[in-house]
Every structure is written in structure tokens, then in C-alpha cells.
């Protein structure tokens, strides 16, 4: 009737967007707009079982305050690391960075809990969508972007379309390799732009920094009573003048510059777009290897640090948001 | 009237197809079906208009031996190395692998000696349009063909379509760099997949080998008469046993394999085909590397060596064969 038509109207449409990463499981209640209206984070638990588990309680619990929020909930949108056919809503295969999470049928167990629809993507592909619904990417008919967390992830816009691939396995651009040796990776392979540059990277070499004790320099804060020592660790010993620590980033920067010429010399898109926390850190290197090493026709390609707080978690919520609205009207 | 037209129908509707590589400038009479019915080869010249005054000259005497070869040219194809513009014709930049040769307007001097439609496309691009047409891509949604000659080209199809990319320079395949140095590159850079495994590349290691007196081995016909070193040297010594020759080619199937795990993890294709002279020494390493370094979703990946003679003549002279009939019927 009327009046409940009204209600529906007066509450705000939103998505519930699950992130899935190789340290965090995130949900959010992501409104029309793109506002977090309510976010919860945990580790992402080592299990399959207590994965699952984890995710409807946390997915159940925000679905309860979405109600007093005044939030109508369109549905369940699924970011997560790994190769995904978003059609089946399955994660065929991810690197060890999450484990137990191969082959797993994630659409029917958040569907059959909530009743809600359920779209699933890789993270970076989420990424993508973010950029192109609420970020830089806004109206650019081709646009690459590369995300930095524990790992590396990426999605490739063409002709403002998310490329999958034959096998699912498109825009798995942590995993270019820069090096036919280099340091190991996650996936199994060497030199993967995610074994240089990646937050997991970085925290291993600054640990093998400070066990060696070159990571201290002066004017760093208490890094002996620190619990981990983390990129930001390398990152301040950076600044501080730590000339290792230099080198530890300027070889990270160059390993991803130069994977993102290759991404150039691949698809050549008109903008690359970097995030996740160590995207500004790594935008003038990146600039400045494009200048060195790509290709005249490619040098006037544009680098932008992402204006978004969550890019995974709002692109979840993206397929969401226009799906749905898409069908409504 | 009705008997000229029987007379166009008993000819057989063809194209004058050019290619310009780093060594050779050729141009063929290429039927309908794809047979090449006459070719005509020559020495690509150093400076931009020896160059341009060759190419009218060949294509004259190709169009004057066409009518009594009984073929009716229907229009020009060029394939060139370098970044093209094929909406407008132009030649955007080439490496130096040919001179002279950055922003060019193929199209107009063609155009207005023979009085024909000429289309112009990148060399790895017609490539791939070949294998479209009359080769293993026949059918096929998404693949990638990579052609090594004198230096390193490829094409990428999409969706059934070439990407060219936002400025030209999508599927720059031989620019793929799989080190952070590596060898020098003719484009400027380092480490790129022609500057491993090219034929100029392998020639170069050849002659390093050769001037240290290593190439030679027992069983090789008259090395020291031989007016030119050659990759072909090179592969014989490797196969009569010389070890130093056996590593050169190893790092350079390798460099090949690690750029075309890269080209899986962006754009993931079903089929990817190697061409060119090199094609059928690469196969088995670059199956290899694959298996070694892909991601478990691409390791299904085809890796076939391609069956037509000439790649570039015949996607040159199927961009006349298919937007010519296309216009006519
Ligand atoms: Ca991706
Ligand atoms: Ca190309
Ligand atoms: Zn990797
Ligand atoms: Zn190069």
C-alpha cells in the first residue's frame, strides 16, 4: 500500500559490503551515496568453517542495526582475495595469503542466512568499481587501478567494463612479475609486484631490518616496545634518514613503476589509480619510473592516489547498489 | 553492365598487403582466402623517404602485376612496427628499430599514388587479425598473439575485437619488462621480453659468443665463412651441445614465458599464439614457465606456434578483405 511504499522511500537504500583480506574480514552498511554508515572489523579468521562462521554473525548483527540505522538493506556485496566467477558467486582459487578459501560456494550460505542477494568479486576488480561509481574513475572509459594491503590487488576498466578473463584470473596485477628470480611470493611464483611491494613485503624486510638492528635510527618512537614492527616502522626510518630503509622502499617503488608500465604496454589505460595506505608513499616513484621506462605514447598516461577511505568495501557495495536499482526501476 | 561485372567475379577480389619490420620492408598480392599470390621483398631503408619512395614503387609494380595475375586489388593494408593511429593512418612513435619513422601519415601518400582505400595497423596487431582470420584464433573470444622477428610485436582480442587502448599503445607485448634491469632495450628501457629473446637480441648474444670464440662447436658448417652470425647460429650450437649457448636460449624461453605469465594475469585470454621464426624453439619453455609461475586459474591457458607463413602480410591485407566486402555487400 501507500504507506509503506513511503517508508521505503524515507529509509535509505544501502548495501551490507563484506571485505575479505589477507589480514581483516570488514562489513559495512554502505549507503546509496557511498557513506559508511556502520562499520565492524575482525582478523580474518585461518579457517574455513570459522570464516563462514564469522562472516554471517558479523553480517546478522549488522543487518539488526541497519534496521534502527533507518537503512533498508538491498543486499550482500562480497569483496575477497582470490579468482572469483562472480556469475556462480564462487571463489575458485586464492594464494596462501587466505587459506581454505578454494573452491568455495560463498553466494548460497549469506543468501540462505539473510535472504538477501549476494554478488561476489575479487578485491581489486571491488576496487575498480569503487573508482568508477564514487572515485577518480567517475566517466573514464578505461582506467587501471592497483590496491596495496597485506597483498596487491588490481581491476582493469575497458570500455567501462570490468574485465574477468577467459578463466577469471584478469587484473591479478599483484602477481606481475618484475624479476625472472626476486623474492618469493604468496602465489607460489618470484619477483610478483605483491612479493616487492605489498604491506606483507615491507613488514618482512623490516623485520629482517630490525633483527639485524640496522631498522632504529634517532627520533624514532619506542620501536624496541612496539608489539610488531610494521611498513610504517621502514617508513619513518625512511624519513628519519635510514639509508636501508631507503633502499627497502626505492626498490618497491621501482618493482610496482615497473609493473605498472607493464600494465600501460598491456592495456594502456588513460589513468592508473593507486590505494590502500601505502599509495601515496609509492606515487612519485611510480610517476617517475613511467617517465624513465615506458613508452613515448604511454608517457602521458595520468597517476592518481584514491580518494576513497574503503575502496573495497564501497565497490562490495556498489554491485549491490546498482544491481538492484537497476531492477527496481 | 552485366559482362564487367562477370569480369570483376572471375577475378579474385584481393588486397595489396605491406609490412615494415626492423629488417625488411615487403608487400604482397594476398587473396580473398588468404593465399599470398605473389611477394616481394627488399631491404627496409634507413631514412624516411627512401622508405616512402620504396614502398610506392613496390606497391606500383604490385598493382601492375596484379591485373595480369587476374586479382582485383581492393585497397592497401600496412603493418608497421611502432604505435599506430589507424583512424587516422598515422604512425604515432617507433623505437629505433626503424628510423625516421614517428609521427607519419602512412595513409595519404598511399592513397593518392595507387588511388585505392589504405589501412594501416601496428604489426603485432595485424598479427593477431591473421589469426582471426585464417589461423587458430578463427572463432576464438579472447586471445593473444605474440610475433618475434627482428624485434618483438603483439595483439591482443577481446570480446572478438583488437584493443588499441586509450593512446595506441595497448598490446606493446614486446615492451613487457620482466626486470628491474636486464638487458637495453631499442625502446629506451631495460629488460623487456625483445630484449631477451628477439632475433636481434639472440643475434647480439651470438656475436658476443662468437668474438670470445665460444659459438663454434664440432658439427657446425663453416662458422668463421659465414658472412653474418645469426640466432640460427646460435640455436645450432645450443643443439650440437654448446652449454654457453644452451643458457643464452634458456634465459631468453624464460624472459618469453615470465612476459606471457604477466600477459595471463592481466587480460587472461583462452589461447595464446606464438609466430615468427623463434615460435617453435619457444613453445616448450614458455609451457614450462607457466606451469611453474601462473596462478592455478590460468595454468589451463592453449599454447599454440602458429601455422601461417606470413602473420603480418595477412592481417594487413585482412583489415582490406574485411571492412572492403563488408562494404560492397
Ligand atoms: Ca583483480
Ligand atoms: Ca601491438
Ligand atoms: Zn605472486
Ligand atoms: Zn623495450
Not at 575479487?122 to 597485506?150: P, Q, R, S
Not at 611464483?189 to 606483507?200: L, N
Not at 616513484?285 to 624513465?292: D, F, K, R
Request: net charge negative.
Amino acid at each position: 500500500d501507500i504507506s509503506q511504499d513511503i517508508d521505503h522511500i524515507l529509509e535509505t537504500q544501502s548495501a551490507l559490503a563484506v571485505d575479505l583480506g589477507g589480514t581483516n574480514l570488514r562489513v559495512a552498511i554502505v549507503s546509496m551515496r557511498g557513506k559508511i554508515v556502520k562499520k565492524y572489523t575482525q582478523a580474518n579468521p585461518k579457517t574455513y568453517e570459522a570464516r563462514i562462521e564469522l562472516i554471517l554473525k558479523m553480517c546478522t548483527e549488522a543487518v539488526i542495526d541497519a534496521v534502527h540505522l533507518n537503512c533498508r538493506i538491498l543486499g550482500v556485496g562480497v569483496s575477497t582475495g582470490g579468482r572469483v566467477n562472480p556469475q556462480e558467486g564462487v571463489i575458485l582459487h586464492s594464494t596462501k595469503l587466505i587459506q581454505e578459501w578454494s573452491s568455495i560456494d560463498i553466494r548460497t550460505p549469506i543468501s540462505d542466512a539473510l535472504h538477501l542477494p549476494v554478488w561476489v568479486d575479487n578485491d581489486g576488480n571491488c576496487a575498480a568499481l569503487a573508482e568508477k561509481k564514487f572515485g577518480h574513475g567517475k566517466g573514464v572509459e578505461n582506467f587501471v587501478t592497483i590496491i596495496t594491503g597485506t597483498g596487491i590487488g588490481g581491476g582493469i576498466i575497458q570500455h567501462n567494463e570490468l574485465i574477468h578473463g577467459s578463466t577469471f584470473c584478469a587484473a591479478e596485477l599483484g602477481h606481475i612479475m618484475v624479476s625472472l628470480d626476486g623474492p618469493e611470493c604468496m602465489c607460489g611464483s618470484r619477483g610478483c609486484i605483491e612479493a616487492y611491494a605489498s604491506g606483507m613485503a615491507l613488514q618482512k624486510e623490516a623485520k629482517r631490518l630490525h633483527d639485524e638492528e640496522l631498522l632504529e635510527v634517532e627520533g624514532m618512537v619506542d620501536l624496541k616496545k612496539a608489539e610488531f614492527v610494521s611498513a610504517i616502522h621502514l617508513i619513518n626510518a625512511a624519513r628519519l634518514g635510514n639509508r636501508k630503509a631507503e633502499a627497502v622502499l626505492r626498490t618497491a617503488g621501482m618493482a610496482l613503476g615497473v609493473g605498472i608500465v607493464n600494465i600501460l604496454h598491456m592495456v594502456n589505460p588513460s589513468l592508473v589509480i593507486l590505494s590502500g595506505v601505502l599509495a601515496a608513499h609509492y606515487q612519485a616513484t611510480v610517476q617517475q619510473v613511467i617517465g624513465q621506462r615506458a613508452l613515448t605514447s604511454a608517457q602521458s598516461i595520468q597517476v592518481l592516489t584514491s580518494d576513497l577511505e574503503e575502496p573495497a568495501l564501497l565497490g562490495a557495495a556498489s554491485m549491490v547498489l546498482d544491481y538492484t536499482t537497476r531492477r527496481i526501476y
